[in-house]
């Protein structure tokens, strides 16, 4: 922190336990649902003149876990967003998603993380949508502190990027209510018991 704006990143939100496993092939929420796991709620305002919300106040939302498959060829898509309502499978507000990725099969405990970055860049008001730029990426690879990738070979062993996010379009919601940051995760069939866990979810506020 410089002190020139008196301003520092801040951890807004931890995830205390790991979320529920998901092993449906339908959108599911990842991150926390529970009285003792609960969501993040973006305060109503946060984003406003009022809270220094001005263009350019800017979020950064973390996260990872681990998933396994079997023997079926699989896809995953993991999607960052915001519900008026938690524990909402459809996601209301989209901020970054994967599309259809496709695993490896045969795995166990393989990791996954992501990070994706929102800036306002209009704060909006009642009965009027902010906007909201939004990029990120997810990174998948063996991991279980036993990874032996070989650095000069692209393959399963290591980390894939995938790229989440629309950056030439905003995300637009209502400011002025709570909006519950949640993670979703759908698999694209149960053939192979497909799981997946999020152990760990952050939301940084960066300035």
Known sequence: MSFYTGTQTELLYAMP?????????????????????????????????????????????????WYTVGTTAVTNIIKVGLNTTQNTAAIAVTLAATGAWTTVISQSNVAFEFEVLVTCTAPGKAGTNGSYNCIGHLLVGQANNAANPTLQTVGAQWATPVMMGAPQTAAGFDPTVTQYVEVSGQWSVTTGAPTQTLTNFYVFGLN
């Open 17 to 65: 336990a790991s979320g529920a496993a998901v092993t449906a092939a339908a959108a599911t929420i990842l991150s926390g649902t529970t009285a003792a796991n609960p969501p993040y709620g973006l305060p109503a305002g946060f984003f406003s003149p009022a809270q220094t919300g001005d263009a350019g106040k800017s979020l950064l939302i973390k996260g990872g876990g």
